[in-house]
Protein backbone atom coordinates (compact mmCIF):
# COMPACT_ATOMS: atom_id res chain seq x y z
CA UNK A 1 0.00 0.00 0.00
CA UNK A 2 1.22 3.34 -0.94
CA UNK A 3 1.58 6.55 1.30
CA UNK A 4 -0.05 9.52 1.77
CA UNK A 5 1.32 12.65 1.57
CA UNK A 6 1.52 13.24 5.47
CA UNK A 7 2.57 9.76 5.81
CA UNK A 8 5.47 10.43 3.53
CA UNK A 9 6.52 13.48 5.15
CA UNK A 10 6.20 11.98 8.50
CA UNK A 11 8.72 8.68 7.59
CA UNK A 12 11.10 11.25 6.48
CA UNK A 13 11.66 13.00 9.33
CA UNK A 14 11.19 9.70 11.98
CA UNK A 15 13.78 7.81 10.19
CA UNK A 16 11.54 4.35 9.25
CA UNK A 17 8.50 4.47 7.70
CA UNK A 18 4.99 5.48 9.91
CA UNK A 19 1.64 4.57 9.23
CA UNK A 20 -1.92 6.79 9.80
CA UNK A 21 -2.79 5.67 13.93
CA UNK A 22 0.89 5.69 14.83
CA UNK A 23 2.18 7.62 17.61
CA UNK A 24 5.81 8.85 16.83
CA UNK A 25 9.10 11.28 17.69
CA UNK A 26 9.73 13.11 14.82
CA UNK A 27 12.44 15.47 13.86
CA UNK A 28 11.09 19.48 13.32
CA UNK A 29 12.41 21.38 10.64
CA UNK A 30 10.90 24.33 12.32
CA UNK A 31 9.25 26.15 14.92
CA UNK A 32 7.32 29.54 15.06
CA UNK A 33 6.31 31.45 17.94
CA UNK A 34 4.35 35.14 17.85
CA UNK A 35 3.75 37.46 20.41
CA UNK A 36 0.00 36.71 21.28
CA UNK A 37 0.01 33.69 23.21
CA UNK A 38 0.95 33.17 27.15
CA UNK A 39 2.55 31.65 28.31
CA UNK A 40 4.72 32.62 25.82
CA UNK A 41 6.84 30.07 24.66
CA UNK A 42 9.97 31.31 25.96
CA UNK A 43 8.56 31.04 29.30
CA UNK A 44 7.98 27.90 28.80
CA UNK A 45 11.45 27.19 27.49
CA UNK A 46 13.14 28.68 30.60
CA UNK A 47 10.47 27.07 32.91
CA UNK A 48 11.69 23.74 31.03
CA UNK A 49 15.50 24.55 32.10
CA UNK A 50 16.36 24.82 28.35
CA UNK A 51 19.85 26.64 28.18
CA UNK A 52 20.04 26.38 24.10
CA UNK A 53 18.39 26.64 21.56
CA UNK A 54 18.29 23.10 19.57
CA UNK A 55 19.52 24.75 16.45
CA UNK A 56 18.82 28.51 16.08
CA UNK A 57 18.45 28.36 12.47
CA UNK A 58 15.25 26.67 12.92
CA UNK A 59 13.85 28.74 15.29
CA UNK A 60 11.69 31.73 14.60
CA UNK A 61 9.96 34.48 16.50
CA UNK A 62 7.52 36.79 15.34
CA UNK A 63 6.01 39.99 16.74
CA UNK A 64 2.55 40.28 14.34
CA UNK A 65 -0.22 40.28 16.39
CA UNK A 66 0.30 43.20 18.37
CA UNK A 67 2.22 45.46 16.16
CA UNK A 68 3.26 48.50 16.74
CA UNK A 69 2.08 47.66 20.20
CA UNK A 70 -1.12 49.07 21.34
CA UNK A 71 -0.41 49.30 25.29
CA UNK A 72 1.95 48.63 27.54
CA UNK A 73 1.72 44.25 28.33
CA UNK A 74 2.17 43.91 24.71
CA UNK A 75 5.15 46.36 24.60
CA UNK A 76 6.80 44.16 27.33
CA UNK A 77 6.23 41.12 25.69
CA UNK A 78 7.88 42.51 22.78
CA UNK A 79 10.78 43.94 24.67
CA UNK A 80 10.88 39.35 25.89
CA UNK A 81 10.99 38.22 22.56
CA UNK A 82 14.08 40.62 21.90
CA UNK A 83 16.09 39.92 24.91
CA UNK A 84 15.60 36.66 24.41
CA UNK A 85 16.99 36.70 21.05
CA UNK A 86 19.81 38.47 21.91
CA UNK A 87 20.63 35.55 24.43
CA UNK A 88 19.95 32.77 23.05
CA UNK A 89 19.65 33.83 19.23
CA UNK A 90 17.30 32.43 16.56
CA UNK A 91 15.45 34.61 14.72
CA UNK A 92 12.94 37.46 15.00
CA UNK A 93 10.39 39.42 12.81
CA UNK A 94 9.14 42.47 14.07
CA UNK A 95 6.49 44.64 11.90
CA UNK A 96 7.32 42.01 8.48
CA UNK A 97 3.62 40.97 8.60
CA UNK A 98 1.37 38.17 9.65
CA UNK A 99 3.27 34.75 10.95
CA UNK A 100 1.84 32.79 8.23
CA UNK A 101 2.60 34.60 5.65
CA UNK A 102 6.59 36.06 6.55
CA UNK A 103 7.63 32.12 7.36
CA UNK A 104 7.04 30.44 3.50
CA UNK A 105 8.12 34.56 2.06
CA UNK A 106 11.28 34.23 4.05
CA UNK A 107 12.27 30.54 3.01
CA UNK A 108 11.96 29.12 6.89
CA UNK A 109 9.12 26.12 5.32
CA UNK A 110 9.70 24.59 2.26
CA UNK A 111 8.44 21.34 0.49
CA UNK A 112 8.63 18.83 2.28
CA UNK A 113 9.32 19.73 6.06
CA UNK A 114 7.83 19.78 8.99
CA UNK A 115 6.73 22.26 10.73
CA UNK A 116 4.91 24.12 13.87
CA UNK A 117 4.18 26.97 14.84
CA UNK A 118 2.39 28.35 18.11
CA UNK A 119 -0.95 29.02 16.31
CA UNK A 120 -4.00 27.41 14.49
CA UNK A 121 -2.98 28.39 11.26
CA UNK A 122 0.32 27.35 11.15
CA UNK A 123 -1.56 24.62 8.60
CA UNK A 124 -1.34 27.16 5.78
CA UNK A 125 1.93 26.30 4.97
CA UNK A 126 0.56 22.89 3.63
CA UNK A 127 -0.06 24.95 0.10
CA UNK A 128 3.47 24.64 -0.44
CA UNK A 129 3.75 21.02 0.46
CA UNK A 130 4.86 21.40 4.28
CA UNK A 131 3.37 19.21 6.63
CA UNK A 132 3.01 22.23 9.50
CA UNK A 133 0.60 22.09 12.22
CA UNK A 134 -0.66 24.13 15.25
CA UNK A 135 0.78 23.52 18.86
CA UNK A 136 0.54 25.31 22.06
CA UNK A 137 3.10 27.40 23.57
CA UNK A 138 4.35 24.32 25.27
CA UNK A 139 4.97 21.91 22.56
CA UNK A 140 6.75 25.08 20.72
CA UNK A 141 9.08 25.64 24.51
CA UNK A 142 9.64 21.39 24.14
CA UNK A 143 10.24 21.81 20.98
CA UNK A 144 12.83 24.44 21.14
CA UNK A 145 14.90 22.47 23.54
CA UNK A 146 14.74 19.35 21.36
CA UNK A 147 14.09 20.01 18.15
CA UNK A 148 11.47 17.36 17.84
CA UNK A 149 7.52 16.41 19.56
CA UNK A 150 5.66 13.59 19.55
CA UNK A 151 2.49 13.69 16.78
CA UNK A 152 -0.36 10.63 15.94
CA UNK A 153 0.61 10.16 12.03
CA UNK A 154 -2.96 11.27 10.75
CA UNK A 155 -5.56 9.77 8.39
CA UNK A 156 -5.86 12.01 5.52
CA UNK A 157 -8.90 12.58 3.49
CA UNK A 158 -8.15 13.75 0.43
CA UNK A 159 -10.04 16.59 -1.33
CA UNK A 160 -10.78 16.80 -5.16
CA UNK A 161 -12.09 20.10 -6.33
CA UNK A 162 -12.83 19.65 -9.80
CA UNK A 163 -14.82 21.58 -12.69
CA UNK A 164 -14.08 25.29 -13.76
CA UNK A 165 -14.18 27.97 -11.35
CA UNK A 166 -16.94 30.90 -12.65
CA UNK A 167 -15.25 34.30 -12.91
CA UNK A 168 -16.01 36.19 -9.68
CA UNK A 169 -15.67 32.90 -7.19
CA UNK A 170 -12.07 32.93 -6.15
CA UNK A 171 -10.17 30.32 -3.67
CA UNK A 172 -11.97 31.36 0.01
CA UNK A 173 -14.94 30.98 -1.63
CA UNK A 174 -14.23 27.35 -2.45
CA UNK A 175 -12.89 26.46 1.16
CA UNK A 176 -15.56 28.26 2.83
CA UNK A 177 -18.33 26.30 0.83
CA UNK A 178 -16.08 23.05 1.66
CA UNK A 179 -16.13 23.74 5.35
CA UNK A 180 -20.09 24.17 4.74
CA UNK A 181 -20.25 21.03 3.33
CA UNK A 182 -17.83 19.02 5.83
CA UNK A 183 -18.73 20.99 8.71
CA UNK A 184 -16.37 22.68 11.38
CA UNK A 185 -15.24 19.16 13.02
CA UNK A 186 -15.22 17.32 9.77
CA UNK A 187 -11.89 16.71 9.69
CA UNK A 188 -10.95 16.45 13.46
CA UNK A 189 -7.87 14.90 13.89
CA UNK A 190 -7.07 14.20 10.02
CA UNK A 191 -5.26 15.36 7.72
CA UNK A 192 -6.46 16.77 4.41
CA UNK A 193 -4.80 16.74 0.86
CA UNK A 194 -6.34 19.20 -1.85
CA UNK A 195 -6.10 18.20 -5.12
CA UNK A 196 -7.33 18.14 -9.00
CA UNK A 197 -7.40 20.53 -11.69
CA UNK A 198 -8.67 23.58 -9.61
CA UNK A 199 -6.02 23.21 -7.47
CA UNK A 200 -3.37 22.53 -10.30
CA UNK A 201 -4.61 25.64 -12.01
CA UNK A 202 -4.24 27.60 -8.32
CA UNK A 203 -1.56 30.38 -7.68
CA UNK A 204 0.45 30.05 -4.66
CA UNK A 205 -1.85 32.93 -3.03
CA UNK A 206 -4.95 31.05 -3.83
CA UNK A 207 -3.23 28.13 -2.67
CA UNK A 208 -2.43 29.59 0.37
CA UNK A 209 -6.25 30.77 1.49
CA UNK A 210 -7.54 27.11 1.13
CA UNK A 211 -4.42 25.40 3.11
CA UNK A 212 -5.06 28.66 6.06
CA UNK A 213 -8.49 27.69 6.30
CA UNK A 214 -8.26 23.56 6.64
CA UNK A 215 -8.27 23.98 10.84
CA UNK A 216 -11.88 25.87 10.75
CA UNK A 217 -12.83 22.24 9.66
CA UNK A 218 -10.48 20.85 12.47
CA UNK A 219 -7.68 19.62 10.44
CA UNK A 220 -4.00 19.01 11.75
CA UNK A 221 -3.04 19.95 8.37
CA UNK A 222 -4.04 20.74 4.65
CA UNK A 223 -2.04 19.96 2.37
CA UNK A 224 -1.31 20.27 -1.51
CA UNK A 225 1.37 18.61 -3.24
CA UNK A 226 4.53 20.44 -4.90
CA UNK A 227 3.89 21.11 -8.82
CA UNK A 228 6.03 23.59 -10.53
CA UNK A 229 4.03 26.67 -9.05
CA UNK A 230 5.11 25.79 -5.92
CA UNK A 231 8.98 25.36 -6.70
CA UNK A 232 9.23 28.52 -8.82
CA UNK A 233 7.44 30.37 -6.16
CA UNK A 234 9.58 29.13 -3.49
CA UNK A 235 12.69 29.60 -5.47
CA UNK A 236 11.72 33.26 -6.37
CA UNK A 237 11.77 33.31 -2.36
CA UNK A 238 15.19 32.46 -1.23
CA UNK A 239 14.93 29.18 0.20
CA UNK A 240 17.44 29.01 3.48
CA UNK A 241 18.41 25.65 2.68
CA UNK A 242 18.03 22.33 0.63
CA UNK A 243 14.90 20.89 0.42
CA UNK A 244 12.89 17.34 -0.39
CA UNK A 245 9.79 17.49 -2.07
CA UNK A 246 7.57 14.92 -1.17
CA UNK A 247 4.30 13.74 -3.35
CA UNK A 248 1.57 10.83 -2.23
CA UNK A 249 1.64 7.81 -4.17
CA UNK A 250 -0.80 6.95 -6.19
CA UNK A 251 -2.03 3.90 -4.40
CA UNK A 252 -2.26 6.02 -1.21
CA UNK A 253 -4.90 4.93 1.75
CA UNK A 254 -6.93 7.81 2.57
CA UNK A 255 -10.18 7.55 5.01
CA UNK A 256 -12.06 9.44 2.90
CA UNK A 257 -12.20 10.77 -0.92
CA UNK A 258 -14.86 13.97 -1.48
CA UNK A 259 -15.28 15.22 -4.73
CA UNK A 260 -16.07 18.99 -4.94
CA UNK A 261 -17.52 20.52 -8.40
CA UNK A 262 -17.25 24.27 -8.58
CA UNK A 263 -18.93 25.02 -11.93
CA UNK A 264 -21.54 26.24 -10.47
CA UNK A 265 -20.19 27.74 -7.11
CA UNK A 266 -22.06 31.11 -6.38
CA UNK A 267 -19.88 33.55 -4.07
CA UNK A 268 -19.61 32.09 -0.57
CA UNK A 269 -20.23 34.29 2.70
CA UNK A 270 -20.11 32.24 6.49
CA UNK A 271 -22.72 33.66 8.89
CA UNK A 272 -22.34 34.59 12.50
CA UNK A 273 -21.09 33.17 14.26
CA UNK A 274 -19.55 29.92 13.38
CA UNK A 275 -17.51 29.11 10.36
CA UNK A 276 -19.43 26.52 8.84
CA UNK A 277 -22.58 28.72 8.34
CA UNK A 278 -21.42 29.45 5.28
CA UNK A 279 -24.06 29.85 2.55
CA UNK A 280 -24.53 31.46 -1.20
CA UNK A 281 -23.83 34.65 -1.36
CA UNK A 282 -27.95 35.09 -3.19
CA UNK A 283 -29.02 34.45 0.44
CA UNK A 284 -27.72 37.67 1.65
CA UNK A 285 -27.31 39.85 -0.86
CA UNK A 286 -29.01 43.40 0.78
CA UNK A 287 -27.84 42.41 4.75
CA UNK A 288 -26.91 46.12 5.33
CA UNK A 289 -22.54 46.98 6.78
CA UNK A 290 -21.12 49.27 9.22
CA UNK A 291 -17.33 47.71 8.02
CA UNK A 292 -15.17 45.33 5.79
CA UNK A 293 -11.79 44.32 5.95
CA UNK A 294 -9.43 42.77 3.53
CA UNK A 295 -7.18 41.34 6.33
CA UNK A 296 -5.79 38.65 7.76
CA UNK A 297 -3.41 35.32 6.82
CA UNK A 298 -6.51 34.11 5.13
CA UNK A 299 -6.68 36.36 2.33
CA UNK A 300 -4.43 39.70 1.84
CA UNK A 301 -2.42 38.47 -0.30
CA UNK A 302 -1.08 40.95 -3.31
CA UNK A 303 -3.85 38.58 -5.30
CA UNK A 304 -5.93 39.63 -2.87
CA UNK A 305 -5.46 43.23 -3.19
CA UNK A 306 -5.23 42.94 -6.88
CA UNK A 307 -8.94 41.51 -6.98
CA UNK A 308 -9.79 44.03 -4.65
CA UNK A 309 -8.58 47.03 -6.74
CA UNK A 310 -10.09 45.87 -9.48
CA UNK A 311 -13.32 46.12 -8.36
CA UNK A 312 -12.73 49.63 -6.16
CA UNK A 313 -10.55 51.59 -9.12
CA UNK A 314 -12.16 55.00 -9.17
CA UNK A 315 -14.99 54.19 -6.84
CA UNK A 316 -16.14 55.37 -3.66
CA UNK A 317 -17.38 53.58 -0.43
CA UNK A 318 -20.89 53.62 0.89
CA UNK A 319 -20.97 56.64 2.85
CA UNK A 320 -21.06 56.06 7.05
CA UNK A 321 -19.41 52.62 5.57
CA UNK A 322 -16.11 52.05 7.21
CA UNK A 323 -13.31 50.05 5.00
CA UNK A 324 -10.05 48.59 6.75
CA UNK A 325 -7.23 47.49 4.12
CA UNK A 326 -3.72 45.83 5.93
CA UNK A 327 -2.05 44.11 3.99
CA UNK A 328 -0.14 41.02 4.87
CA UNK A 329 3.21 41.47 4.48
CA UNK A 330 6.06 43.92 3.79
CA UNK A 331 6.72 42.24 0.60
CA UNK A 332 2.69 42.68 -0.24
CA UNK A 333 2.98 45.74 0.70
CA UNK A 334 6.08 47.16 -1.53
CA UNK A 335 4.04 45.66 -4.36
CA UNK A 336 1.15 46.88 -3.51
CA UNK A 337 2.70 50.36 -3.60
CA UNK A 338 4.42 49.82 -6.92
CA UNK A 339 1.21 48.69 -8.56
CA UNK A 340 -0.29 51.82 -7.24
CA UNK A 341 -2.97 49.83 -5.66
CA UNK A 342 -2.78 51.33 -2.04
CA UNK A 343 -3.85 54.89 -3.83
CA UNK A 344 -7.15 53.11 -5.31
CA UNK A 345 -7.86 51.90 -1.51
CA UNK A 346 -7.13 55.38 0.07
CA UNK A 347 -9.03 56.80 -2.80
CA UNK A 348 -11.98 55.03 -2.40
CA UNK A 349 -12.37 55.59 1.41
CA UNK A 350 -10.12 53.44 3.00
CA UNK A 351 -7.61 52.75 6.74
CA UNK A 352 -5.22 50.87 5.47
CA UNK A 353 -2.66 50.04 8.42
CA UNK A 354 0.85 48.81 7.86
CA UNK A 355 1.48 44.59 7.94
CA UNK A 356 0.10 43.40 10.88
CA UNK A 357 -3.06 40.65 12.24
CA UNK A 358 -5.05 43.96 12.87
CA UNK A 359 -8.14 43.64 11.67
CA UNK A 360 -8.34 40.11 12.18
CA UNK A 361 -7.79 38.69 16.20
CA UNK A 362 -9.77 40.95 18.78
CA UNK A 363 -6.90 41.96 20.78
CA UNK A 364 -5.17 43.69 18.06
CA UNK A 365 -7.11 46.84 19.11
CA UNK A 366 -7.95 48.08 15.53
CA UNK A 367 -11.23 48.03 13.71
CA UNK A 368 -13.85 47.04 16.99
CA UNK A 369 -17.24 47.20 15.81
CA UNK A 370 -19.90 48.21 17.70
CA UNK A 371 -22.68 47.10 19.29
CA UNK A 372 -24.86 45.55 16.59
CA UNK A 373 -22.42 46.31 13.93
CA UNK A 374 -22.36 43.89 10.86
CA UNK A 375 -18.59 43.43 9.68
CA UNK A 376 -17.77 41.51 6.79
CA UNK A 377 -13.84 40.24 6.36
CA UNK A 378 -11.45 38.29 4.49
CA UNK A 379 -10.58 36.66 7.36
CA UNK A 380 -11.00 33.26 8.81
CA UNK A 381 -12.99 33.01 11.58
CA UNK A 382 -16.42 35.03 12.74
CA UNK A 383 -16.61 33.87 15.93
CA UNK A 384 -18.42 35.76 18.71
CA UNK A 385 -16.13 38.54 19.69
CA UNK A 386 -13.27 37.73 17.52
CA UNK A 387 -13.41 40.88 16.14
CA UNK A 388 -12.92 42.51 20.07
CA UNK A 389 -16.43 43.03 20.72
CA UNK A 390 -19.33 40.26 21.20
CA UNK A 391 -21.99 41.87 20.54
CA UNK A 392 -21.40 42.70 16.92
CA UNK A 393 -21.52 40.00 13.75
CA UNK A 394 -18.83 38.64 11.58
CA UNK A 395 -19.22 37.37 8.45
CA UNK A 396 -16.79 35.82 6.00
CA UNK A 397 -16.04 36.32 2.50
CA UNK A 398 -13.55 36.59 -0.51
CA UNK A 399 -11.62 39.92 -1.17
CA UNK A 400 -14.21 40.50 -4.43
CA UNK A 401 -16.92 40.17 -1.79
CA UNK A 402 -15.46 42.53 0.69
CA UNK A 403 -14.95 44.76 -1.72
CA UNK A 404 -18.10 45.03 -3.81
CA UNK A 405 -19.90 45.26 -0.24
CA UNK A 406 -18.17 48.15 0.68
CA UNK A 407 -19.47 50.01 -2.36
CA UNK A 408 -23.15 49.44 -1.84
CA UNK A 409 -23.21 49.61 2.17
CA UNK A 410 -24.73 46.05 2.24
CA UNK A 411 -23.31 42.60 1.37
CA UNK A 412 -22.97 42.53 -2.40
CA UNK A 413 -22.12 39.63 -5.02
CA UNK A 414 -18.87 40.65 -6.92
CA UNK A 415 -19.75 38.43 -9.84
CA UNK A 416 -21.06 41.59 -11.69
CA UNK A 417 -17.94 42.89 -12.04
CA UNK A 418 -16.05 40.17 -13.51
CA UNK A 419 -18.91 39.72 -16.34
CA UNK A 420 -16.41 41.14 -19.36
CA UNK B 1 -8.38 9.56 41.15
CA UNK B 2 -11.77 10.76 42.30
CA UNK B 3 -13.21 13.82 42.00
CA UNK B 4 -16.42 14.98 43.08
CA UNK B 5 -18.35 17.77 41.97
CA UNK B 6 -21.17 19.74 39.65
CA UNK B 7 -21.38 19.58 36.29
CA UNK B 8 -21.36 22.98 33.89
CA UNK B 9 -22.75 22.26 30.43
CA UNK B 10 -22.11 23.92 27.40
CA UNK B 11 -23.21 23.31 23.88
CA UNK B 12 -20.97 22.14 21.06
CA UNK B 13 -18.37 23.80 19.35
CA UNK B 14 -17.29 25.98 22.45
CA UNK B 15 -13.89 27.97 20.95
CA UNK B 16 -11.33 28.98 22.72
CA UNK B 17 -12.53 32.74 21.73
CA UNK B 18 -15.35 32.22 23.93
CA UNK B 19 -13.27 30.12 26.81
CA UNK B 20 -10.86 32.94 26.81
CA UNK B 21 -11.35 36.07 24.82
CA UNK B 22 -8.76 37.52 22.49
CA UNK B 23 -9.88 41.39 24.27
CA UNK B 24 -9.24 39.98 28.10
CA UNK B 25 -6.12 37.69 26.77
CA UNK B 26 -4.05 40.69 25.12
CA UNK B 27 -4.23 42.87 28.12
CA UNK B 28 -2.84 40.60 30.87
CA UNK B 29 -0.67 38.18 31.47
CA UNK B 30 -1.64 37.20 34.83
CA UNK B 31 -3.46 33.21 34.50
CA UNK B 32 -5.33 34.04 37.57
CA UNK B 33 -6.49 36.75 37.06
CA UNK B 34 -7.71 35.81 33.10
CA UNK B 35 -9.62 32.75 34.68
CA UNK B 36 -11.94 35.33 35.99
CA UNK B 37 -12.98 36.03 32.49
CA UNK B 38 -13.43 32.49 31.53
CA UNK B 39 -16.68 32.08 29.31
CA UNK B 40 -17.16 35.51 29.58
CA UNK B 41 -18.69 36.40 26.00
CA UNK B 42 -21.18 33.34 26.78
CA UNK B 43 -21.78 33.63 30.33
CA UNK B 44 -21.23 36.34 31.97
CA UNK B 45 -20.45 36.06 35.68
CA UNK B 46 -19.54 31.94 35.32
CA UNK B 47 -16.49 32.12 36.45
CA UNK B 48 -18.13 33.22 40.34
CA UNK B 49 -20.49 29.45 40.10
CA UNK B 50 -17.50 27.52 39.97
CA UNK B 51 -16.52 25.58 42.71
CA UNK B 52 -13.03 24.04 43.14
CA UNK B 53 -13.07 20.58 41.66
CA UNK B 54 -16.60 21.37 39.17
CA UNK B 55 -16.68 19.97 35.31
CA UNK B 56 -16.97 21.75 32.33
CA UNK B 57 -19.64 19.25 30.31
CA UNK B 58 -19.47 20.04 26.59
CA UNK B 59 -20.56 18.94 23.41
CA UNK B 60 -18.71 17.89 19.97
CA UNK B 61 -15.89 19.99 18.48
CA UNK B 62 -14.58 21.63 22.29
CA UNK B 63 -12.09 24.06 22.76
CA UNK B 64 -12.02 24.65 18.57
CA UNK B 65 -10.16 27.26 17.17
CA UNK B 66 -7.31 29.36 18.07
CA UNK B 67 -3.85 27.42 19.55
CA UNK B 68 -3.92 29.53 22.71
CA UNK B 69 -2.54 27.13 25.79
CA UNK B 70 -4.73 30.24 27.74
CA UNK B 71 -7.66 28.57 26.83
CA UNK B 72 -6.94 25.09 29.11
CA UNK B 73 -5.15 27.06 31.73
CA UNK B 74 -7.66 29.66 32.50
CA UNK B 75 -10.14 26.42 32.92
CA UNK B 76 -7.75 24.49 35.40
CA UNK B 77 -6.89 28.33 37.41
CA UNK B 78 -10.44 28.67 37.47
CA UNK B 79 -10.63 25.61 39.44
CA UNK B 80 -12.56 23.01 37.41
CA UNK B 81 -11.08 19.47 37.45
CA UNK B 82 -11.55 17.86 33.93
CA UNK B 83 -13.59 18.27 30.89
CA UNK B 84 -15.71 16.08 29.40
CA UNK B 85 -17.46 16.32 26.51
CA UNK B 86 -18.31 14.70 23.11
CA UNK B 87 -14.79 15.66 21.30
CA UNK B 88 -12.32 17.72 21.29
CA UNK B 89 -10.54 20.16 18.84
CA UNK B 90 -6.89 18.58 18.18
CA UNK B 91 -5.26 21.54 20.06
CA UNK B 92 -6.57 22.38 23.06
CA UNK B 93 -6.94 18.59 23.32
CA UNK B 94 -3.31 18.14 23.38
CA UNK B 95 -2.69 21.83 25.08
CA UNK B 96 -4.87 20.06 27.89
CA UNK B 97 -2.91 17.41 28.56
CA UNK B 98 0.60 19.27 28.51
CA UNK B 99 -0.79 21.07 30.98
CA UNK B 100 -2.05 18.74 33.21
CA UNK B 101 -5.07 19.04 32.57
CA UNK B 102 -7.51 16.08 32.27
CA UNK B 103 -10.37 15.71 29.20
CA UNK B 104 -12.43 12.94 28.78
CA UNK B 105 -14.20 11.81 25.92
CA UNK B 106 -17.69 10.19 26.82
CA UNK B 107 -21.40 10.16 25.88
CA UNK B 108 -22.43 13.17 27.14
CA UNK B 109 -26.17 13.65 26.34
CA UNK B 110 -27.57 12.61 29.67
CA UNK B 111 -25.66 14.88 32.03
CA UNK B 112 -27.76 18.13 32.93
CA UNK B 113 -26.97 21.38 33.97
CA UNK B 114 -25.59 21.07 38.52
CA UNK B 115 -25.84 17.31 38.02
CA UNK B 116 -23.48 16.21 40.81
CA UNK B 117 -20.93 13.97 38.97
CA UNK B 118 -18.07 11.62 40.69
CA UNK B 119 -15.33 11.03 38.36
CA UNK B 120 -12.88 7.72 38.53
CA UNK B 121 -10.02 9.43 36.78
CA UNK B 122 -7.83 5.70 36.39
CA UNK B 123 -11.30 3.13 35.63
CA UNK B 124 -13.09 6.23 33.32
CA UNK B 125 -16.01 6.20 34.93
CA UNK B 126 -18.49 8.77 35.50
CA UNK B 127 -21.31 8.52 38.11
CA UNK B 128 -24.22 10.72 37.97
CA UNK B 129 -24.58 11.14 41.48
CA UNK B 130 -27.91 13.17 40.98
CA UNK B 131 -29.16 10.93 38.39
CA UNK B 132 -28.10 7.75 38.97
CA UNK B 133 -26.37 6.24 35.63
CA UNK B 134 -22.49 5.59 35.04
CA UNK B 135 -20.54 6.58 31.85
CA UNK B 136 -17.53 5.04 30.52
CA UNK B 137 -14.93 7.63 28.94
CA UNK B 138 -12.83 6.71 26.16
CA UNK B 139 -9.05 5.41 26.87
CA UNK B 140 -6.75 7.93 25.97
CA UNK B 141 -3.58 6.17 23.85
CA UNK B 142 -1.08 4.84 26.31
CA UNK B 143 1.78 7.38 25.41
CA UNK B 144 -0.92 10.17 26.05
CA UNK B 145 -1.80 8.83 29.64
CA UNK B 146 1.80 8.69 30.69
CA UNK B 147 2.24 12.40 30.19
CA UNK B 148 -1.10 13.27 32.22
CA UNK B 149 -0.17 11.03 34.65
CA UNK B 150 3.52 12.47 34.71
CA UNK B 151 0.54 15.68 35.49
CA UNK B 152 1.87 17.31 32.12
CA UNK B 153 4.70 17.90 29.97
CA UNK B 154 6.85 19.73 32.17
CA UNK B 155 7.77 16.83 34.56
CA UNK B 156 7.08 14.30 31.74
CA UNK B 157 10.20 16.16 29.91
CA UNK B 158 12.36 16.66 32.50
CA UNK B 159 11.94 12.56 33.53
CA UNK B 160 12.00 11.69 29.42
CA UNK B 161 13.73 14.46 27.26
CA UNK B 162 13.67 11.39 25.04
CA UNK B 163 10.59 11.29 24.99
CA UNK B 164 10.07 7.22 25.44
CA UNK B 165 7.27 6.05 23.57
S1 LIG C 1 -4.15 37.13 10.87
FE1 LIG C 1 -5.68 36.44 12.33
S2 LIG C 1 -5.85 34.24 12.05
FE2 LIG C 1 -3.96 34.91 11.04
S3 LIG C 1 -2.35 34.62 12.56
FE3 LIG C 1 -3.08 36.73 12.76
S4 LIG C 1 -4.69 36.65 14.34
FE4 LIG C 1 -4.32 34.55 13.64
Known amino acids: MGMTLAEKIFSKHAGREVKAGEIIIADLDAMMTHDANRPVALDIFREFKGTKLCDPEKVVQIIDHHFPAPGETNANVHRQMRQFKEKMGGILYEGEGICHMVMPEKGHVLPGDLVVGSDSHTCTYGAIGAFSAGVGSTDIGVAMISGKLWFMVPETIKMNIVGTLPKGIFAKDVILHIIASVTANGATYKSVEFTGPVIDSFSMDARFTLSNMAVEMGAKSGLIAPDQTTISWVENHRPRRKYNPQVPDPDAEYSQEITFDVSTLSPYVAKPHLVDNGVPIEELTGTPISQGNIASCTASRIEDLRIAAKILKGKKIAPGIRFLVVPGSKEVLQTALKEDLISIFVDAGASVKSPSCAGCSGGASFGVPANEEVVITTGNRNFQGRLGNPNAYIYLASPATVAASVLEGKIADPRQYFQK | ?165
Not at chain 2, 64 to 89: D, H, L, M, N, Q
Not at chain 2, 90 to 107: E, K, S, Y
Request: aromatic fraction near 10%.
Open chain 2, 1 to 165: MIIKGSAHVFGDHINTDYIISGKHKSRMTDLKQMAEYLMEDIRPGFYKEIRPGDFIVGGINFGCGSSRETAPWVIKEAGIAAVIAKSFARIFFRNAINIGLPVLVADIDSIQEGDELQLDIDKGKIKNLTRSFTLTTTALPPFVQKILDAGGMKSYFNAHPNFDL
